[in-house]
C-alpha cells in the first residue's frame, strides 16, 4: 500500500536556520521523491559526497573555494535533514543507516572533525598564519575532554547526537529564550550557540576573504574563537562539576 505524500507543516525547533530553512526545505525534497525508488540510504551516501567536495574545496584557500565550499556545504545541511525525516515517515528506519548517518556526521559535519580542519587548513594556506591550526586543536581537545566527562559522570544522559538535550525531530520543541526566566534564558541562548557551530564557521568562512581585505576584519578568526570559548567554557565547567563529584565518590 503506497503511503499518502507528507503534508506541509511548520517547524518549530532547535535554532531559527533548522525551523525556517533546512527543515522546511527538507520536506519539499522529502515530498518531491515521495514517489521515488531513491532509499534514505542513498540520500546519506550522495549528501556525503557533497560533503566531502566542500571540505576540498573549503582546504584550497581561496575566494572562489570557500564560497563554493559554502555552498555545497548548505546542500548537505539541508539534505542532513532529508535523509532522517525520509527514513521515519516512509518507514525505512536501520540500525545501519543510523550508523552510516552518524558516522558520516561526526566525520566530515563536526567543528572539532575534518569539517573544522578544512577550514581552518584553508585559512592557513591563504594567511600562513598557524594561528588557525592552533584554534582548531583547542575545539578538538575541548571537545574531546567534553565527552570525557560526559562518559565518566553523565553516561546515562548521552543521548545519539553526543548532547544532554535529545531534540525529537517530529515535536514542536525548541530552544524557547523568551519568557522562561533569566537562568533558563542564558541558558539556551548557550545551547542554541553550540548547535549553531556549524553556521558559525560556515558564514565566518563565506566573509573571510571580503572582509580581511576591505575591513581588516578576519571573520573565521572569530569564528573559531567564538566557538572555542563556547566549547572550552562548556568543558571547564564540566571538569569543576566531575572534579567535585569525584572527590565525593572518593570520600565514600
Known sequence: MQRKKPERKKFRQEDIISSYIHRPLGLEIVRLLWNTNITANQITIFRVILNIISLILFAQGTLAGFISGFIFFQIHEILDTVDGMYSRLKEQTSKFGAFMEYFFDDLFSTSYGLFGLSIAYGAYNYSNNLIYIWLFISITIGHS????????????????????HN????????????????????????????????????WGTLFYIYCKEHFGID??????????????????????????????????
Open 145 to 164: 575532554l567534553s565527552s570525557v566527562y560526559l562518559q565518566t559522570f553523565e553516561s546515562e544522559k548521552i543521548c545519539k547526537n553526543g548532547t544532554l
Open 167 to 202: 531534540i525529537d525531530h517530529d515535536s514542536e520543541e525548541f530552544f524557547a529564550i523568551l519568557g522562561v526566566g533569566l537562568k533558563k534564558s542564558l541558558t539556551n541562548i548557550v545551547y542554541t550557540a553550540m548547535r549553531w557551530k556549524n553556521e558559525f564557521l560556515l
Open 219 to 252: 571573520s573565521i578568526f572569530w569564528a573559531l574563537i567564538i566557538h572555542s570559548l563556547l566549547l572550552n567554557a562548556s568543558w571547564i565547567r564540566r571538569a569543576i562539576t566531575g572534579y567535585k563529584k569525584a572527590k565525593i565518590l572518593d570520600k565514600k
